[in-house]
């Protein structure tokens, strides 16, 4: 069954460094997002992706962060300069095509502690 | 905006008990609405969905019925097992490429 795969796992990384964080969609899907969750809390959205470029972003998506995907298959999410707040799990996400009818696959997520 | 609204866990439970788990949500329009299961140290996993009012989503013995008079999509499961120990959240998307808006997930433990 296809799946959507993140890369690391799990990332440890000193505040004010730049984290780069993968996700490999699901092939033929045309939709990509990215949520994250800090420990404890919602599921929140940032950004998704559509057609090479940002669709939609939320308040947390600041200049700090920006996605690209450089390749046709890789999906990432890059910070700047990470600060203690932005650990949390981050989610990637792929959906097949438009419409009220399509999931959301998501990823295994990658944790992400600033120290 | 969109919005969802579940109930505060922790919820604990004996093995065979009855689940609900309530959600509300405000939406323009005429949302899906989802449930979203994390197991530990697991990602989100797409348990069941409904895509207008009145059709009951169902999987693994779980269901919830969408309802569009009360805003509601509660979870229920008749018997709960140990596995089900989990976190579970409440979604909906406004169709097309809208992101999806989720509650704030809770947490369910089964004890045998």
């Known amino acids: 069954e296809p799946e959507v795969t993140q890369t690391p796992s799990h990332q440890v990384t000193q505040m004010g460094q730049e984290v780069i964080l993968r996700c490999v969609p699901i092939?033929?899907?045309?939709?990509f997002y990215w949520y994250r969750q800090i420990l404890g809390q919602k599921v929140e959205f940032l950004v998704s992706?559509?057609?090479?470029?940002?669709?939609?972003k939320s308040e947390i998506f600041d200049d700090q962060f920006s996605v690209e995907r450089p390749d046709g298959s890789n999906f990432t999410l890059k910070i700047r300069s990470t600060k203690l707040e932005d650990s949390a799990m981050y989610f990637c996400?792929?959906?097949?095509?438009?419409?009220?009818?399509?999931?959301?696959?998501f990823g295994q997520g990658t944790r992400l502690t600033v120290v | 905006g969109n919005s969802v609204t579940q109930m505060e866990g922790p919820v604990t439970l004996s093995e065979e008990a009855f689940l609900t788990i309530n959600c509300t949500y405000t939406?323009?329009?005429?949302?899906?609405l989802f449930w979203y299961v994390q197991y530990p140290g697991e990602g989100l996993q797409l348990l069941l969905k409904?895509?207008?009012?009145?059709d009951k989503g169902s999987n693994k013995g779980f269901e919830a019925t969408y309802r569009k008079e009360t805003t509601s999509f509660h979870l229920e499961k008749g018997s709960v097992q140990v596995s089900d120990s989990a976190v579970y959240f409440c979604?909906?998307?406004?169709?097309?490429?809208?992101?999806?808006?989720f509650g704030k997930g809770t947490r369910l433990s089964v004890i045998a």
């Open positions: 992706f559509y057609n090479n470029e940002i669709s939609e």
């Open positions: 092939s033929n899907h045309l939709y």
């Open positions: 979604a909906l998307s406004g169709g097309g490429n809208t992101p999806l808006v």
């Open positions: 409904a895509t207008k009012a009145d």
């Open positions: 939406a323009t329009g005429y949302p899906s």
């Open positions: 996400a792929s959906r097949g095509r438009q419409g009220i009818n399509t999931e959301a696959f």
